[in-house]
């Protein structure tokens, strides 16, 4: 017998408004959803050959101590082998083009050559593709696409990378642009690309569905109060206000747990 978690109407009542653009239903809907994301990669990209393989979705990338982590929203492989990172985002917040570039590197390390591969031919194309309400450039285009090129010659280095911005707010394909208003509206009902309908009415009306939102948004809550609690004590720690030990019982947090975290945030103890 299968015992379901229930939730709260105001938990159910919050799913509603959810967004297909916001993460947390997003990283929902993405996860091991390969019709998905295949359709999205091939409307970015305005190509209907690419197939997509795998999907890992919330990918936490902490390759070195003292790095900053990067958890991403959606990374799928396609069958050449290719790889493609989907970031929604639904406000303007940091700098979106260097966080692109940080993502973009941290990928290639972790995802591109073995340790102890020397062939970098065996490098495949990397794509970041960011799903965004506004046009953060503001020049009135749909997409923004950027590739390496010497800026005189225009000669490209095509070296297999690439960084697309598209954004709701200016129109252009309508294909895209009934994949970008799909993405931003709270109400199926109202969404014109079908694929993202049908998989947003499945979340937002089946019990089952809402039942994973919710969890995701749990989760999601409860690792944020982590962190936050734990990046304050740690502030403490620094500064020398508290030893590294109380901070640790004052987290409430297993000893592994805080200093995993401590490591997440670059801290050096």
Do not use: W
């Not at 999907?55 to 799928?76: G, P």
């Not at 009306?205 to 936050?228: H, L, N, P, Q």
Request: aromatic residues 8%; charged residues 35%.
């Amino acid at each position: 017998m299968i015992i379901r978690t229930k939730y709260t109407k105001e938990e159910r009542e919050i799913v509603k408004e959810l967004r297909p653009i916001d993460d947390t239903l997003f990283r929902t809907m993405a996860k091991g959803n390969i019709i998905l994301v295949e359709h999205i990669v091939r409307l970015s990209l305005n190509r209907d050959d690419i197939k997509i393989l795998s999907v890992n979705t919330q990918d936490d990338i902490h390759l070195f101590k003292d790095s900053h982590s990067v958890i991403l929203d959606c990374l799928a492989v396609d069958s050449e082998g290719n790889l493609y990172n989907i970031e929604v985002q639904a406000t303007n917040t940091g700098n979106l083009r260097k966080r692109a570039r940080y993502i973009s590197s941290a990928i290639d390390v972790k995802y591109t050559l073995e340790a102890g591969e020397k062939d970098y031919n065996k490098i495949k194309d990397q794509i970041v593709i960011f799903l965004m309400e506004d046009d953060i450039f503001d020049k009135g285009k749909q997409l923004y696409e950027f590739k390496r090129y010497d800026d005189q010659s225009k000669l490209s280095l095509d070296d297999g990378s690439r960084i697309i911005y598209i954004n709701a707010k200016n129109k252009g394909r309508k294909e895209l642009d009934n994949l970008m208003q799909s993405l931003i509206s709270s109400d199926y009902k109202t969404m014109k690309d079908d694929v993202i309908k049908e998989c947003t009415m499945y979340y937002k009306t089946s019990e089952i569905g809402e039942d994973e939102v919710c969890e995701a948004m749990r989760e999601y809550v409860a690792k944020s109060f982590k962190t936050g609690r734990a990046e304050a004590l740690l502030d403490l720690v620094k500064k020398g206000t508290i030893t590294l030990d109380c901070a640790i019982e004052n987290s409430k947090l297993p000893k592994e747990e805080f200093l995993s975290i401590a490591e997440t945030l670059g801290y050096k103890l």
